[in-house]
């Protein structure tokens, strides 16, 4: 028994964080099969289909989707060629890597101040509805690029650690990992710059030294051969951008939705902010007292919120037509606001034992059981749950039983039209059509095709799937009075339409 207690005693670090990421790996491995594709992930199996040679793939990013980067693509057409067919086997690839985001963060929080901080990151982490949903149950870049962004976090802290004393390995694994992140997503892109900002403040003031610009050149020398081909070879557009342009409210929502819309969370952010400003305010009011780590402190507080503003002045007032203000990029700060939040956290708790005399380990497990019963329970039993069972944006599944329950009983040419680009219509026609199950000749088309009025003017039923919002003109104007609509499904935004 005293060896057990002296076990945990010595190991409580690792056996809170292990039971929390036990309990977020749990949940993601009970939900990740329970939705249908969304129409992102369908498009983006799309890009990587089985039909798709690799050169295609990345000629795809090369041209049409230029918008994204390679890397993950690359990785998931691996795992997509691999795994048995099923939404859950595809997104346990996205589960996982959830799951080593979370990991990276938690040790990127204990660097940065101690354990105590470690477990707090581990509590923020495992209850946010954002990271489970939007990273571990969908298959989309996110986790990867997560990944990338609390590992490069990471290894940035260890470098200021040794602040003045910096070895060129350091400094090398930490370029490597910023490459890692410039492949991964452009925003990820944006977080280097950032963090090369904050180290140009440090070296005019002499605390690091000039070799922390390799980092830097590894990172540019990777990405920059294929920016610049990507702009000598894209078809796509950068003028036209589709988010929406953003209003000054869109600011504090944006903040608020990197919390997981999380007021208490919220508030602590909002106040690691302002202890962060006063702290460099003294810092510089007293001839740079403890300047060092009160910058850096105040360069992680406040990264969430120069992002989105810097966002939003770009967005609405200098390029309107191709602004890039869109809630899923802000991903990007997400390591670095609840690393401000734990590091208050862990300081206010702190401060509450000293005052009541109470055993810290009883604050602090106060805290930790509070946030996952209050705050925690209601992001993952409501928020992630209802999204992952919701019907909205997930009906490629429905709409592929629905047609297929007609074409069993009926051996006339069938098509299915849908009003999205040429990469969802192979990933429907591909995932849920060929890789389904035995499928009746019927294939999609896309309002991209070309040949589009030919596909449809030669079928006996169409049925148009309105993945997008509005009206199936585009196909109804094709089809004239040759066509007659016997039905439409308000739930799936399915209509039928059959040969008069």
């Known amino acids: 028994m005293k060896k057990t207690a002296d076990f945990c005693r010595t190991h409580w670090f690792y056996i809170v964080c292990g039971i929390l990421i036990l309990i977020q790996l749990v949940f993601s491995l009970r939900f990740m099969g329970r939705q249908y594709f969304s129409l992102d992930e369908v498009s983006q199996i799309g890009f990587i289909a089985k039909k798709n040679s690799w050169g295609r793939i990345v000629d795809y990013y090369l041209t049409s989707e230029v918008t994204n980067l390679p890397l993950w693509p690359l990785i998931a057409a691996l795992w997509y060629r691999i795994v048995p067919y099923g939404e859950g086997w595809m997104r346990l690839h996205t589960v996982i890597l959830t799951t080593i985001f979370i990991i990276l963060s938690i040790k990127f929080a204990k660097e940065y101040k101690d354990e105590k901080t470690g477990v707090i990151m581990a509590v923020l982490m495992c209850i946010s509805s954002l990271v489970m949903h939007k990273c571990g149950l969908t298959f989309r870049v996110h986790a990867f690029w997560m990944c990338f962004t609390s590992l490069t976090l990471w290894r940035y802290v260890k470098r200021l650690k040794s602040m003045g004393n910096e070895t060129m390995r350091d400094v090398i694994i930490l370029g490597l990992s910023m490459a890692g992140l410039a492949y991964s997503h452009y925003f990820g892109c944006l977080t280097i710059v950032y963090l090369f900002l904050v180290d140009a403040v440090f070296f005019l003031r002499k605390r690091i030294k000039g070799i922390f610009f390799v980092s830097y050149l590894i990172a540019g020398g990777c990405l920059l051969p294929w920016f610049i081909l990507m702009l000598t070879r894209r078809t796509m557009d950068l003028a036209d951008f589709w988010p929406k342009t953003p209003t000054f409210e869109s600011i504090p929502k944006a903040l608020m939705y990197i919390v997981s819309n999380d007021e208490i969370v919220f508030i602590l952010l909002l106040l690691s902010m302002i202890a962060a400003a006063l702290l460099m305010l003294d810092s510089i009011l007293n001839e740079g007292r403890d300047f060092d780590n009160r910058f850096a402190r105040f360069a992680f507080a406040f990264m969430p919120l120069l992002f989105i503003v810097a966002d939003y002045i770009y967005s609405a007032h200098i390029n309107t037509r191709s602004g890039i203000f869109v809630s899923r990029y802000f991903l990007s700060v997400l390591p670095a606001a609840l690393l401000s939040v734990a590091v208050l956290a862990d300081e206010i708790l702190d401060r509450i034992s000293e005052k009541l005399g109470v055993s810290a380990f009883m604050i602090y497990g106060i805290f930790i059981i509070f946030m996952v019963t209050y705050v925690g329970s209601p ?85 148009i799937y309105q993945v997008m919002n509005g009206t199936p003109d585009v196909f109804t104007d094709i089809m004239g009075d040759t066509f007659k609509q016997v039905e439409h499904d308000k739930d799936t935004g399915l209509y039928v339409f059959k040969r008069v």
Request: hydrophobic share 35%; charged share 30%; aromatic share 12%.
């Open 379 to 463: 992001n993952y039993y409501y928020d992630v749950k209802d999204e992952v069972s919701a019907p909205f944006d997930n009906t490629y599944g429905n709409i592929r039983d629905r047609v297929l329950d007609d074409v069993r009983s009926d051996s006339v040419k069938n098509v299915i039209a849908i009003n999205a680009n040429r990469a969802n219509a192979d990933g429907f026609e591909e995932y849920y059509l060929e890789r389904g199950g035995e499928w009746p000749d019927v294939h999609v088309i896309s309002n991209d095709d070309s040949d589009m009025a030919e596909r449809i003017m030669s079928a006996d039923t169409v049925y």
